[in-house]
């Protein structure tokens, strides 16, 4: 990890974790050095710590997940937390109860902190504005996922250092794309210059106002970056045709062997998952030499180890 100037501040500024866009540089600091020690913690033969000893965390999952979900259990677990899993298709919403109800049902059974993950902007925000327990934002619709995007920095840091200057490319499906948000705002906090590369018609058409370049050619975008952080394309949000065919998509967005080693300079591969493999990216890229997807996932669980420890013990002023 590499070394930075900030002086380490000793809490997180927010009492929830709902977005990139409420946290400072220094936060993520906090959140980058808490998480390095948690990795340490991780590869010895004992990796469970008693610091969320009589924390009750509920895991409130109202879509689908895999990694972010079980890196959430995981780590909760491995800091001795009591653990509650709620997954709204077998819950009473299905009996028409509204998400207010069904939290503070939750929260009846005093629970200390929520990890949620929700289809609807804006539902952590929502329920951060009601209940008293640290709200940690797990993915809201197409809005945010800050705990992806911190783990996806923390990843790059590791690679390559300090990230002030360094070029990051954001690349697919950035209309429909939560990571993307949060990726761009935390990769700006820490000094990098950021480029959306996909088709025109999944790139957002004022994206260019938050600061970063954009870019229709894949080709000329691999040649400018450092690092390629490839984005699925997310069928289940297109209402609507945006390309022709699949095919298509991975004949001009793809990345592929051929494309990565015509390139005069490595680069770093990196995917959020779960990958379409043969779409945004073939086999033989996600699982070369340049690829660090399985190590974004390892990182996942120190960084989110960190998250949930500087919330919980966060000293209210
Ligand atoms: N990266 C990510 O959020 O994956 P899941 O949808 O499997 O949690």
């Known amino acids: ?66 990694r972010t979900r079980i890196s959430f259990e995981l780590a909760e677990k491995r800091l001795s937390a009591d653990v509650v899993n709620f997954s709204a298709s077998s819950s009473s919403l299905k009996k028409g109860e509204t998400l207010l109800d069904t939290v503070n049902n939750i929260l009846s059974m005093k629970v200390d902190m929520v990890v949620m993950r929700h289809p609807a902007p804006g539902a952590p925000h929502f329920l951060a504005r009601h209940i008293d327990a640290h709200i940690i934002n797990a993915g809201d619709g197409t809005h945010e996922h800050p705990t992806q995007a911190l783990l996806d920095a923390f990843s790059m ?29 935390c990769l700006q906090k820490l000094g990098a210059r950021v480029r959306v590369c996909g088709p025109p018609t999944l790139i957002p058409k004022h ?82 030499e340049h690829s660090i997807i399985l190590e974004q996932v390892e990182n996942g669980l120190a960084v989110r180890m960190a998250i949930l420890y500087l919330l919980a013990g966060r000293r209210e002023a």
């Open 1 to 66: 990890m590499a070394d930075t100037a900030h002086n380490q501040q000793s809490q997180l500024g927010t009492r929830h974790l709902l977005g990139i866009k409420d946290l400072t540089r220094d936060d993520i600091e906090l959140i980058f050095h808490t998480a390095a020690s948690f990795k340490h913690v991780l590869n010895r033969p004992i990796k469970k710590v008693p610091s969320l000893k009589d924390i009750t965390v509920a895991n409130l999952f109202f879509e689908n997940s895999t």
């Open 207 to 288: 994206i260019g106002s938050l600061g970063v370049e954009v870019s229709y050619d894949l080709r000329d975008t691999l040649r400018w970056c450092d690092v390629a952080n490839v984005l699925r394309i997310q069928l289940e949000r297109q209402d609507i045709q945006y390309f022709p065919s699949l095919r298509e998509y991975s004949q001009y967005f793809g990345i592929n062997r051929q494309i990565l080693d015509a390139l005069d300079k490595p680069i770093l591969i990196m995917h959020p998952g779960p990958i379409n493999r043969g779409v945004e990216i073939t086999s033989d890229v996600a699982d070369s």
């Open 157 to 185: 840091r590791e690679k390559l250092g300090d990230l002030a200057g360094k070029h990051v490319a954001i690349i697919g499906d950035i209309l429909h794309s939560r990571v993307a948000l949060s990726n761009i705002l």
